[in-house]
């Protein structure tokens, strides 16, 4: 079978959250586009932990969530449908059938560069008595 990859981007995007006026934190989230598009709403989540899985093996996971957590909640009432071979992932949203195909060794080049942005994060905050919490806490 013959098929086009798709451009995948993973990004680490980082924002300043703020409960009380003492309490203020850095929340850092994934957010994932296939040729410049995300596959979900604007309110939706990359399940981080799901996606990770997704990366190393098949198997049906609920990698987009609304915010809250509960992917329901957001119309995910199925999974992503994820597929190896030895040099590509397919991604097909049960949901609606679309399909993505994209070079397993580029997101996990992605992924090695957000492992190193979060280092660099962590330490610059902490420096400061910020928080940093979210994608890449436990790294």
Same mark, same amino acid.
């Given at each position: 079978? !013959?098929?086009?990859?798709?451009?995948?981007?993973?990004?680490?995007?980082?924002?300043?959250?703020?409960?009380?006026?003492?309490?203020?934190?850095?929340?850092?989230?994934?957010?994932?586009?296939?040729?410049?598009?995300?596959?979900?709403?604007?309110?939706?989540?990359?399940?981080?932990?799901?996606?990770?899985?997704?990366?190393?093996?098949?198997?049906?996971?609920?990698?987009?969530?609304?915010?809250?957590?509960?992917?329901?909640?957001?119309?995910?009432?199925?999974?992503?449908?994820?597929?190896?071979?030895?040099?590509?992932?397919?991604? !097909?949203?049960?949901?609606?059938?679309?399909?993505?195909?994209?070079?397993?060794?580029?997101?996990?080049?992605?992924?090695? !560069?957000?492992?190193?942005?979060?280092?660099?994060?962590?330490?610059?905050?902490?420096?400061?008595?910020?928080?940093?919490?979210?994608?890449?806490?436990?790294?």
């Amino acid at each position: 079978m !013959t098929y086009q990859l798709d451009t995948v981007t993973l990004e680490l995007v980082v924002t300043a959250c703020q409960m009380e006026s003492n309490h203020i934190w850095m929340q850092g989230d994934f957010e994932i586009r296939f040729n410049g598009e995300k596959p979900c709403a604007d309110g939706d989540i990359l399940d981080a932990t799901e996606f990770l899985k997704s990366i190393e093996q098949d198997g049906e996971y609920a990698i987009f969530s609304c915010n809250c957590g509960v992917p329901q909640c957001s119309g995910w009432t199925k999974g992503i449908q994820v597929l190896h071979s030895e040099e590509s992932i397919r991604w !097909t949203n049960l949901n609606n059938g679309k399909t993505w195909h994209f070079d397993k060794q580029e997101i996990k080049g992605n992924l090695n !560069t957000i492992r190193d942005e979060v280092e660099i994060y962590k330490k610059f905050f902490s420096q400061k008595g910020i928080e940093y919490v979210g994608v890449g806490y436990t790294w």
